[in-house]
């Protein structure tokens, strides 16, 4: 009885060692077997340019970021039917590469972009594989605007944002450093920055300088003399140029007061005649009768005075003789006249 007893007690024990053993061996296995190999490629700055070839998908994240951490099964997914898709799969860690964030300009997280021979799109869709998968199979990309010019990753420009944004990492990480592992306070970590940022300045300045005098070749002596003499004469001839416009205009300004003057003058001298003409039109009939009764009280001259009257009236004649219309002719028509009548009265 004891013998058949001891008899199932030993074969479940044999068992029990047995799956004892079969389970040690494949632990065993398991943890001699290598992990199973992400089929997403990181990117950094040293290999990013290979996205410039072919169709690419990249994933921009932060370790620190939910929304990044809850698309990750999803991307690997989608990571392995890259193949059977015909794309390749990236991804950029913003922490350590910061400049890649700037030359991709990455404002949000977690961002994703589409290449395909060199062009970038920027797609907004989610992350989910079958987003995606149709995304690509359904060719939704061509509906995108592409990012062209300055906005472009491979422009000059983004180029620049890339080293502005991986020297502002340097920064961030230089600052962790002090503040973290040395246990510095921050206003002494901002104040060494401020003091650097000062430094580096007039660091600059300085080689900015010295490139310019190494770079700047002075004209010669008797060259720069040439040119001072060529500006000091072009100088004086300018300042001659306005005197005589000044003189010009001096000059034009009296003569125009001149003429004036003499218009002044001259129509005074007009209306003074015009009054003298009608005195002497007023007075002349009662002359006239005086003159009349002079001669018919007068004996004839002689022949003498006779000739020297006839003379005397032919010039009448001539000077009675229609003169152009105007009160200077007429009053020295009428003055003529008086002095005629002047000089007949003491011959007679």
Known sequence: MAGGRRGPLFAAFLAAWVVAVAEAEADREQAARPPEQSLVRPMTASNWTLVMEGEWMLKFYAPWCP?????????????????ILQIS???????????????????????????????????????????????ILEKKWQSVEP????????????SGMAGLFSIS??????????????????????????????????????????????????LPRN?????EQNLRSEEIHLTEQLQDV????????????????VDDEDEKEDLGYEEEAEEEEEDGPAAGGDVEKSDAQDPEPPREAREDEGSGEVGDDSLEQPCPVGTEALGDSLRQ????????????
Not at 67 to 83: H, I, L, P, V, Y
Not at 208 to 218: A, R, T, W
Request: some cysteine; overall charge negative.
């Open 67 to 83: 929304s990044c951490q809850q698309t990750d099964s999803e991307w690997e997914t989608f990571a392995k039917n890259g193949e």
């Open 89 to 135: 799969v990236g991804k950029v860690d913003v922490i350590q590469e910061p400049g890649l964030s700037g030359r991709f300009f990455v404002t949000t997280l977690p961002a994703f972009f589409h290449a395909k021979d060199g062009i970038f799109r920027r797609y907004r869709g989610p992350g989910v594989y079958e987003d995606l998968q149709n995304y």
């Open 147 to 158: 990012l062209t010019g300055w906005k472009s990753p491979a422009s000059l420009t983004m």
């Open 169 to 218: 990492g340097k920064i961030w990480h230089l600052h962790n450093y002090f503040t973290v592992t040395l246990g510095v306070p921050a206003w002494c970590s901002y104040f060494f920055f401020v003091i650097a940022t000062l430094i580096f300045g007039l660091l600059m300045g300085l080689v900015l300088v010295v490139i310019s005098e190494c770079f700047y070749l002075p």
């Open 223 to 227: 060259i720069s003399e040439h040119s």
């Open 246 to 261: 000044e003189e010009e205009k001096d000059d034009s300004n009296e003569e125009e007061n001149k003429d004036s003057l």
């Open 337 to 348: 006249r008086k002095s005629q009548h002047a000089d007949k009265g003491p011959s007679a």
